[in-house]
């Protein structure tokens, strides 16, 4: 598989990743407020959910990291220079 479409597909699980993290992130903050239900889970399911994504997140962070090592080298170049 060519590297670009490796890299795109990368970015479009992580994003995908980072939104749902984002939407369980504002859940746990409007049940800690309000004490309702967010989506119908509670806040324990919600920390659940967190504690699967968060770590799956994590790993595609470092993947991306990695394939994306020397065009982060010579950014941080530019922004030191």
Same mark, same amino acid.
């Given at each position: ?9 990368? =970015?479009?699980?992580? +994003? ?5 993290? %984002?939407?369980?992130?504002?859940? @746990? !903050?409007? /049940? ?9 889970? =509670?806040?324990?399911? +919600? ?5 699967? %994504?968060?770590?799956?997140?994590? @790993? !595609?962070? /470092? ?19």
């Amino acid at each position: 598989m060519n590297i670009v479409k490796v890299r795109a597909l990368l =970015s479009s699980i992580l +994003l995908v990743v980072f939104i749902g993290v %984002l939407v369980i992130t504002i859940g @746990v !903050l409007y /049940i800690t407020k309000t004490g309702n239900p967010f989506l119908g889970m =509670s806040k324990s399911e +919600l920390f659940n959910a967190r504690n699967i %994504l968060g770590p799956i997140m994590n @790993v !595609l962070i /470092i993947i991306h990291l990695a394939l994306n090592w020397n065009l982060y080298k010579k950014e941080l170049k530019v922004l030191f220079k």
